[in-house]
């Protein structure tokens, strides 16, 4: 078992990226803004490629999950879980956003059968990556 915080891909071959992300759409939901930090209750949405748009809630925050993958299991700490229907298999990956004004909150990696979802803080993926959200 590994503990891991945001359960992002990074391909390497290309080296480390710094920079901004300029003039982001959501697929359905109009610009991007800034971000917004996880909290209950909040009411988030996402677009998938299984469920297309959905929304939802936030359910737990500070969650500590152990997910099952093909080669073992990895630990992730510090992550959020939303309300059911939420997602599907095929959804990881889906930037989450709140349902008005379109702030990023997370990014969704893992789920269940119900369609409850874990979902990675953006705040830590963007540290990870030396990015930031452009909002102008």
Do not use: M, W
């Amino acid at each position: 078992t590994r503990r891991r915080n945001p359960d992002v891909g990074h391909d390497r071959s290309r080296g480390h990226h710094r920079g901004s992300l300029t003039h982001a759409q959501s697929n359905r939901g109009g610009e991007i803004r800034g971000r917004r930090p996880a909290v209950i209750g909040l009411a988030i949405k996402k677009v998938g490629r299984t469920t297309s748009q959905t929304t939802g809630t936030i359910t737990t925050i500070n969650l500590t999950i152990t997910v099952g993958y093909t080669r073992g299991t990895a630990t992730f700490t510090g992550q959020f879980y939303t309300s059911s229907k939420f997602s599907k298999s095929g959804d990881s990956g889906s930037l989450v956003v709140t349902s008005t004004g379109n702030n990023p909150v997370g990014l969704l990696f893992a789920g269940n059968t119900s369609g409850n979802s874990v979902c990675s803080p953006i705040g830590p993926i963007l540290q990870r990556f030396g990015v930031s959200i452009c909002t102008q």
